[in-house]
Nanobody, 120 residues
Framework: QVRLVESGGGSVQPGGSLRLSCAASGFTFSRYAMSWYRQAPGKERELVAVTTNSGDTTNYGDSVKGRFTISRDNAQNTVYLQMNSLKPEDTAVYYC?????????????WGQGTQVTVSS
């Protein structure tokens, strides 16, 4: 059974930091690209950060570049999102995603999300 379980969300003041974790199980984690997405109320889900299966390459949404860092530990089947210099506009539900495209088939898994609220 595939599971992606996010943790680490919460409430923080502007300028603060949070570290999200996503623990994966039920699939071969090291083969999958891993991403963090977020969705704010009334807005579409947007890509925050993505890392390749090896972790060698990362990319970020323009709104979080220089503030957020994605990393992964393939030995622990976990992906992280370090969020610094948080702003109120970072408030959203953050979702972990696992993606593998193989032989024209797409394997795409989502976590249940964790709430991040940035407010003074």
């Amino acid at each position: 059974q595939v599971r992606l379980v996010e943790s680490g969300g919460g409430s923080v003041q502007p300028g603060g930091s949070l570290r999200l974790s996503c623990a994966a199980s039920g699939f071969t984690f090291s083969r999958y690209a891993m991403s963090w997405y977020r969705q704010a109320p009334g807005k579409e889900r947007e890509l925050v950060a993505v890392t390749t299966n090896s972790g060698d390459t990362t990319n970020y949404g323009d709104s979080v570049k220089g503030r957020f860092t994605i990393s992964r530990d393939n030995a622990q089947n976990t992906v992280y999102l370090q969020m610094n210099s948080l702003k109120p506009e970072d408030t959203a539900v953050y979702y972990c995603n696992a993606l593998l495209t193989e032989r024209l088939r797409k394997y795409n898994y989502w976590g249940q999300g964790t709430q991040v609220t940035v407010s003074s």
